[in-house]
């Protein structure tokens, strides 16, 4: 399992790690407040890139890699087991974690 977290502005999902977590997609208006909050969470964080993935040279050279992750939201497994009537509402904080990332 994994965890959801948003700030209003921006969202990620996340494993996780005995380190710090594993960030599998990250989206938003402005992401930088939701990234330094994790940070603060967890210590390290680390961007997975899809399997199979080559990255370039010169991303190679720098450590900056561009990721996407896309899939279609099911909000009925989002909202599963959570009391939640909707994603806003669920992305209001008022549920704590939201431990899944099976909801593609």
Same mark, same amino acid.
């Given at each position: 399992?994994?965890f !959801?977290?948003s700030?209003?502005? +921006?969202? !990620?999902l996340l494993?996780? $790690?005995?380190?710090? +977590?594993n /960030?599998?997609?990250? /989206?938003?208006?402005?992401? +930088?407040g939701?990234?330094?909050?994790? +940070?603060?969470?967890?210590?390290?964080?680390?961007f997975?890139l899809?399997?199979?993935t080559?990255?370039?040279?010169?991303?190679m050279? $720098?450590?900056? *890699?561009m990721?996407?992750?896309?899939c279609?939201?099911?909000?009925? *497994?989002?909202?599963?087991?959570?009391g939640?009537q909707?994603a806003?509402e669920l992305?209001?904080?008022?549920?704590?974690?939201v431990c $899944?990332?099976?909801?593609?």
């Amino acid at each position: 399992g994994g965890f !959801a977290y948003s700030d209003g502005k +921006a969202y !990620a999902l996340l494993n996780e $790690t005995d380190g710090g +977590a594993n /960030v599998y997609e990250l /989206v938003g208006t402005d992401t +930088a407040g939701l990234l330094s909050s994790l +940070a603060e969470e967890f210590g390290a964080l680390t961007f997975r890139l899809p399997r199979d993935t080559i990255p370039s040279l010169p991303a190679m050279r $720098t450590g900056e *890699i561009m990721f996407s992750m896309i899939c279609p939201l099911n909000e009925d *497994i989002l909202l599963k087991n959570t009391g939640a009537q909707s994603a806003e509402e669920l992305a209001g904080g008022g549920y704590g974690r939201v431990c $899944t990332l099976e909801f593609c």
